[in-house]
């Protein structure tokens, strides 16, 4: 099985090659159980053939004609150069970073609780700030983000919140209606021409009378008249 080519499967939209998903599954930089006496049992290495776990170089020598290639690790997450990787994966619009001299991606997202001021770009996946030019922060938010399902997922949340909002406007409007309908049922029966005349003036307040306005309010608190000073204001009473 080699490594790309004719052996891609389709995972949900994209083409990828099989041994993808599984990569960006595993568990690198652990102890190899094979050979944990030895001082280089750390896994960094993938057979893309085999696609059975990480491998240390040690175990190499089983895979001579397979290949492979190292992870490396950035702030304790997952990398590996765009020099490798480039050579058996498409990882246009995914971001870059140079990391000791040497251009890397990384393979899964990271955690990023909000994007910081002056951001123009963000992943379509996670929402990490990203440059202009990019529209994944990682393999694992390409293969998300270009998934008919993650597309779907997203135009449905729009569609939820437009049917959410003219929900609500139906059943304001609804309630309105419903309530001009009762007062017409209970007082159309004897209410004669004085309730006709005050559901004509219910149904034609469109819009619903403004609230107050400052002078109105003024005008509504000030006193009439002269005030009266109480009949006993002047007397004084002495003991």
């Excluded at 951001?119 to 994944?136: G, H, K, M, P, Y």
Aim: aromatic share 8%.
């Amino acid at each position: 099985m080699g490594a790309g080519g004719p052996d891609e499967v389709d995972c949900g939209g994209g083409r990828w090659p099989p041994w993808l998903k599984p990569l960006l599954r595993e568990r690198f930089f652990v102890q190899c159980k094979i050979h944990a006496d030895s001082h280089k049992s750390e896994c960094n290495m993938y057979c893309l053939d085999c696609m059975n776990g990480p491998l240390c170089s040690l175990c190499l020598a089983y895979h001579k004609d397979h290949q492979a290639i190292q992870i490396r690790r950035s702030s304790y997450h997952d990398v590996i150069r765009v020099n490798e990787i480039q050579k058996v994966l498409d990882i246009t619009g995914v971001q870059t970073y140079v990391i000791n001299s040497a251009r890397v991606v990384f393979l899964n997202e990271r955690p990023q609780p909000r994007p910081g001021k002056g951001v123009t770009n963000t992943c379509e996946v996670c929402e990490r700030s990203l440059l202009d030019s990019f529209r994944f922060c990682s393999l694992g938010c390409k293969i998300v983000g270009t998934s008919g399902n993650f597309q779907k997922s997203r135009k449905q949340q729009q569609l939820t919140a437009m049917g959410s909002d003219s929900e609500e406007s139906y059943n304001s409007s609804s309630s309105h209606s419903h309530g001009v309908r009762h007062f017409k049922s209970k007082y159309n029966g004897g209410g004669g021409g004085h309730y006709s005349n005050i559901i004509d003036r219910i149904e034609s307040f469109s819009p619903s009378t403004p609230p107050p306005t400052s002078t109105s309010f003024r005008t509504a608190k000030r006193r009439k008249g002269i005030p009266h000073r109480a009949p006993m204001g002047g007397l004084i009473i002495e003991y």
